[in-house]
């Protein structure tokens, strides 16, 4: 099975950069999502890892250590619209399965 | 335009009144799926689906039903709804091929549905 763990909440200026934690068990990885979701919306795929390293895509980076079972998402020069659920999510090898974390709830403030 | 189609959008309903939540896709994909969201709980996986007539139970599958006869539709069916099934439901599609050029996409979601039953 697959047991994914992320802090619930964090606030942090507009401007600043913030770093969102994702840490997994699973007995055979194959891949690591990372999704924001605003409040009463659908999921959005913000990226995607499968090899150790860094994932940059404009503001939004991800990093992954498969050998550590931890990623995080970065998130620099915070706009109020970044302000939103971050939901790390990891694909099973053996079934196929995409397990979801509870998510992050970043709060931006001015 | 790639997507999932899910309808409708928002529902209100009586305890015990069967009701049905429509999902569609368009990128043919294998992969299919329900979830349901509550505060606190995250996603929480209700039922998936491989392929056409292959399904299967996720992790919160009681009062629910779902049927694969054709590959782009996933209906999500509620036979006797209670208020505790009160929630907002997602309906997500998934490439199992890691060839495809979505493989690194992991799912589409539709829009949502929110539903209140009294």
């Known amino acids: 099975g697959q047991n994914i763990d992320q802090p619930t909440e964090m606030t942090a200026t507009e401007g600043a950069i913030v770093q969102i934690n994702c840490t997994y068990q699973?007995?055979?990885?194959?891949?690591l999502f990372w999704y924001q979701q605003h409040a009463g919306e659908a999921p959005t795929f913000l990226s995607y890892?499968?090899?150790?390293g860094l994932e940059e895509k404009g503001r939004f980076s991800s990093f992954l250590s498969r050998s550590k079972g931890y990623s995080y998402l970065l998130l620099k020069e915070l706009q109020m619209k970044d302000s939103a659920s971050y939901l790390c999510?990891?694909?099973?090898?053996?079934?196929?399965?995409?397990?979801f974390g509870k998510g992050n709830q970043v709060v931006v403030i001015p | 335009e790639a997507q999932v189609t899910q309808n409708p959008r928002y529902l209100i309903t009586v305890t015990g009144k069967k009701l049905t939540v429509t999902c569609s896709q368009n990128?043919?994909?294998?992969?299919m799926s329900w979830y349901r969201q509550d505060p606190g709980l995250g996603l929480r996986q209700i039922y998936y689906s491989m392929n056409v007539e292959v399904t299967d139970k996720g992790d919160v599958p009681e009062g629910y039903k779902v049927s694969r006869k054709e590959k782009r539709n996933f209906p999500l069916i509620l036979e006797s709804p209670s208020p505790n099934q009160t929630s907002l439901y997602f309906c997500a599609s998934r490439t199992t091929r890691s060839r495809d050029r979505d493989w690194g996409y992991g799912y589409t979601f539709g829009s949502g549905t929110r539903l209140t039953v009294v």
């Open positions: 890892n499968v090899l150790d």
């Open positions: 699973t007995s055979g990885f194959n891949g």
């Open positions: 999510a990891v694909r099973d090898q053996g079934n196929n399965r995409l397990a």
């Open positions: 990128m043919n994909h294998e992969y």
